[in-house]
């Protein structure tokens, strides 16, 4: 039996996407922290979605081991793996000076050690059998720097660059990567990054969580290797590319900064 691994999949685009996944016949393997909350997903796919089996396993994937010990149970279980989703992940909103070090070690342990870790874990098997798909969710934050979040932006770069350069690498063994880019959506990370009353939230009109996922899972079937999810995102992605870098930093601080109340 085959199954789409899926992390972060208790909340947000995660859970999200373990529903698109699952109303298209993907059997899963949902990972995040909450067992409670993935097993509740896990009997609602299943009486849902009555062809498909869920699995469940909960972990912390921002401790630096956690990747080998997901990898050491799925190959205990000997669960084929033909798609993994890389979307756990988290951010932080403030001044770098103030922010607490042992968060940011944890938020880049997240979205990129471990990230990395369970591509070179998984994509062996993956290219023995010339089949398989990975997908990484990055941001539009991948395509400029991000002051208040400084740190952040920089994880979601390091995903892009990886991805884009995975890709390439794997051309012609019957695997693919691609880097999902949804802008802000509707979803538990704002309230987890400390973003609630930004100004940049005011100036978007915020996708919901259904429809970046849906996104790229449709971008995921069409082998794309960068899916931007909305056009104006697409836009201000590809205009951070030409426009200065200073005019990029300035406006994505202000964009960044807290409203007056």
């Known amino acids: 039996m085959n199954y ?18 699952a109303a298209n016949g993907h059997n899963l393997i949902l990972v995040a922290r909450s067992e ?4 509740e997903l896990k009997a609602q796919l299943e009486n849902e979605f009555k062809l498909i089996k869920a699995e469940v396993i909960s972990l912390d994937l921002s401790k ?8 050491g149970i799925t190959e205990s279980k000997n669960w084929s793996i033909d798609i993994r989703v890389n979307n756990a992940g988290f951010g932080d909103h403030g001044a770098f000076v103030k922010s607490d070090i042992k968060k940011n070690q944890e938020m880049i342990d997240l979205n990129i050690l471990t990230l990395t870790k369970l591509c070179h874990l998984y994509l062996p098997k993956m290219i023995q059998k010339r089949s398989g798909k990975i997908l990484n969710v990055a941001s539009t934050a991948s395509f400029q720097p991000g002051p208040l979040m400084s740190v952040y932006y ?7 660059h990886f991805t ?7 051309l012609g063994t019957g695997v693919s ?3 999902l880019c949804p802008g802000s959506t509707a979803s538990g990370f704002q309230a987890t990054a400390n973003l609630s ?3 940049l939230l005011d100036t978007l009109k915020i996708p919901t969580s259904k429809e970046v996922a849906e996104y790229g899972y449709i971008a995921l079937k069409k082998n794309r290797v960068v899916a931007i999810h909305g056009k104006l995102n697409w836009l201000l992605a590809v205009s951070a590319g030409f426009l200065p870098r200073v005019l990029v930093r300035k406006v994505a601080k202000k964009l960044q900064e807290k409203r007056n109340t």
């Open 154 to 160: 920089a994880t979601k770069a390091y995903v892009l």
């Open 4 to 21: 789409t691994l899926l992390t972060g999949a208790s909340s947000g685009i995660g859970f999200e996407l373990a529903q698109v996944f």
């Open 177 to 179: 990567a691609m880097a």
């Open 164 to 170: 884009e350069g995975l890709h390439e690498e794997l």
């Open 36 to 39: 409670q909350k993935l097993k």
């Open 197 to 199: 009353n930004v100004a």
């Open 64 to 71: 630096p081991d956690s990747a080998e010990q997901l990898f």
